[in-house]
C-alpha cells in the first residue's frame, strides 16, 4: 500500500503479519538494499492470506494510516502511526469481522458484521467518531434467539493449543444437546464471528455448534498457520 511516498506492507518475519514501512521508497536506489522499519510490532495479524479479490486490511485516506488488526481471531479497526514513536489507536466500533477497507480525506469504508449484526457496508467519518451500518439484508431472527459464539481452546492435533467458537444451543447448552462440528474452508481461512444464518439455522434447532480454527487457520500468527503445511488433506 502507498502511503504518500512510503510503501508500507505486511510482513510475518517476526512470526506475525506486522506492518513495516519503506519511508520514500521511490527514490530508493535500484541497487540498495530496502531498510524496511517495524511499524508496530505486537501479536497480530494485520493481513491475511490473499484467496480472493478484495481482502484488504490497509488504507490511506491521503493523511493517515488505517488497519484492520486480527487478535485471538477478532478484528478490530485502528489508526497506526508512521512517524514517530509506533503506536495503535483504536477506533470505537462493535464489528469484529472486518474487511475490504478503503479510505479517503477521513472517510473510510468496509465490509462488516459481528455476532449479532450481518454482513453490511460499515461508513466512518473519523474525524466526527461516526458511523453508519447498512446490512446487505435485514436480520430475518430476533436479536434475542441469536447463538452469541464463546471462545473455546481445546487441546489439539499433535497435542497442540487449538482455538474453536462455540455457540450454545437455543436456551442454553445442555449435555443431551446435539453438537455439530464445523471446519472452514481454506485452509488458510479462518472461522470467523460475523453473524452465520447457517450456524443459527443449527442453534435454534436445539443444536449445539462448535466452528473450529484448526492448526492451519490464520488470526493466530505464523506458526499455528503453518501447522497444516505438509498435511493438506
Known sequence: LWAGADLVVANDRSGWWNL?????????A??????????????????????????RTTAWDGHQLLAAACRQGQWQLGRVGIAGAPHWQPIEQPFSDLA??????GRLACVASNPQHPSGLLELNLTQGS??????????????????????????HGQQPTQAWYYPPGGGGHPKAPLLVKGHSGPTGMARTGLSLGIQYWTSRGWGVVDV?????????????????????
Open 100 to 105: 475490504a477497507l478503503s479510505a479517503e480525506n
Open 20 to 28: 513495516e514501512v519503506l519511508e520514500n521508497a521511490g527514490a530508493l
Open 213 to 233: 480454527n484448526y492448526g492451519g487457520s490464520t488470526g493466530f500468527g505464523r506458526a499455528y498457520r503453518e501447522r497444516l503445511n505438509g498435511q493438506w488433506g
Open 30 to 55: 535500484p541497487d540498495a538494499a530496502p531498510p524496511w522499519r517495524a511499524l508496530l510490532p505486537m501479536q497480530a495479524e494485520f493481513g491475511m492470506p490473499q484467496w480472493v479479490y478484495g481482502m
Open 131 to 156: 458511523w453508519v451500518h447498512t446490512p446487505a439484508a435485514p436480520c430475518p431472527i430476533p436479536a434475542a434467539a441469536i447463538s452469541a459464539p464463546e471462545e473455546l481452546w481445546f487441546e489439539g
